[in-house]
């Protein structure tokens, strides 16, 4: 029998049995869209995270560890090593800092960063430029919402009330210094740890501002000082940092490798990169081990269906038989009759997983947001769904696969058919 006569055969049969075949095809389509959809979520989850770390700035950057100031050789040992642009020591000051203008005051943090280093990276001003001398300062994007006068507190307290009992929380956005804050002189206090009491007041100049952070809940009203403010106040305590700046992601782990090598207490986001990406494929192991289950549940419908087939072909298979037909022939047919309900069924099923994980990507963060909170999610890059290629030929083949083995027992049934038994059956 030619292999257009068994294709002929096998439809036929199957347009015979419309009902029962449409009723498992979708059985088999809703397992496999099951397990697309299910395993979906975990791509898309581990995309949207790993799309914010690799969009964080902080991904070429290697962090060095230690209670104290990265000496001069070592910083000269590590701007050495090939793709490493950047060394720079930062230090955090102790406690909270005292700034005043007009009639305003406010407290921040402020850190104290080496200047020289920091004038070979790209710029992080969004206007002005970086403290030359120990007097001039550059200040966080909304550093003028920290200076509030007294109408300003009484306001933000009223309106951080009004917002509490909405269930709501308000940044005091509106309140502070409003007017442009370049080249302004503000009297700051640093603490003194000796005394539990802040400094007197000195004068700085606000030489520049810093960019507006990416994340639009995050409000910066830090200081920066240039590291020339420890000769004024030597005594001042102070929680060093260095960053190590590389010039691609690619050329991170080499480095971190080779300075590990040489003892060094260095960290980067990319190990949190490798982590997250080991999480994430047993957790996408143990989805597809799930979705599997509802394949399975959907291939005991494929099994009753052609046993149901064999039991009503059995005069047909002795005919086959009967006139010269191998086992192996007869098998492949039933086999071929399994294999396009899986073949109908994962087909559908990745059109209609196509269209279940757009829709939640277009639906859920209006959900989210009106179930949660009342914060607009749909304004941020969240991926709640995600289907891979990579994930449509997994559960296709999975799909596939326990379609024809559901097949393969009721096949060899037919193949062990009595040609006589199956001639005297009535039709």
């Not at 995309?47 to 209670?67: F, M, P, R, V, Y």
């Not at 550059?138 to 269930?167: C, F, P, T």
């Not at 982590?275 to 009753?304: H, P, R, Y």
């Not at 052609?306 to 191998?326: F, N």
Request: proline residues 3%.
């Amino acid at each position: 029998m030619l292999f257009k006569d068994q294709l002929q055969f096998v439809l036929q049969h199957m347009k015979k049995n419309k009902l029962r075949v449409t009723m498992t095809v979708l059985a088999a389509m809703i397992g496999c869209a099951f397990l697309i959809v299910l395993a979906s979520i975990g791509f898309g989850i581990q995309h949207t995270l790993k799309s914010e770390l690799l969009n964080d700035d902080a991904i070429t950057q290697i962090e060095l560890w230690g209670e104290e100031t990265l000496a001069e050789e070592d910083v000269d040992y590590i701007e050495g090593i090939d793709h490493v642009n950047v060394v720079l020591n930062r230090a955090d000051i102790n406690g909270m800092v005292k700034s005043s203008l007009d009639d305003r005051t406010g407290e921040t943090n402020a850190s104290i960063a080496d200047m020289t280093a920091q004038n070979k990276l790209p710029s992080s001003l969004s206007e002005g430029r970086l403290p030359e001398n120990a007097n001039e300062i550059v200040v966080g994007y909304h550093y003028g919402q920290s200076l509030l006068n007294e109408a300003d507190l009484a306001e933000l307290e009223r309106k951080s009330k009004e917002a509490e009992k909405a269930g709501s929380y308000y940044d005091g956005s509106e309140e502070g210094y409003k007017d442009a804050l370049l080249n302004k002189e503000v009297n700051i206090q640093l603490y003194d740890e000796n005394t539990q009491e802040y400094m007197e007041p000195a004068a700085f100049t606000i030489v520049g501002i810093l960019k507006e952070p990416s994340y639009d809940w995050y409000r910066d009203t830090s200081i920066q000082f240039s590291d020339s403010l420890l000769v004024s106040y030597p005594d001042l305590i102070t929680y060093p940092s260095t960053t190590i700046y590389v010039d691609s992601m690619e050329n991170v782990m080499p480095v971190l490798e080779l300075l590990k090598e040489q003892n060094y207490q260095v960290y980067s986001q990319v190990e949190q990169l490798e982590e997250l990406d080991l999480f994430f494929l047993i957790f996408k192991i143990g989805l597809v081990f799930i979705g599997t289950i509802a394949v399975l549940i959907a291939s005991i419908g494929i099994f009753n269906t052609m046993t149901m087939a064999v039991t009503e072909r059995t005069r047909e298979i002795g005919v086959l038989k009967a006139i010269g037909a191998s086992p192996s022939l007869i098998q492949r047919l039933f086999l071929m009759e399994s294999t396009f309900i899986g073949l109908l069924g994962t087909g559908l099923a990745i059109i209609v997983s196509y269209a279940v994980s757009f829709a939640a990507n277009a639906i859920l963060p209006y959900v989210v947001s009106f179930a949660f909170s009342d914060e607009d999610l749909s304004s941020y890059d969240i991926t709640f769904s995600l289907i891979p290629w990579s994930l449509v030929v997994i559960a296709g083949g999975i799909s596939l696969a326990v379609a024809i083995l559901s097949g393969l027992r009721p096949a060899r049934n037919a193949t062990k058919i009595e040609v006589i038994q199956a001639l005297r059956q009535e039709l």
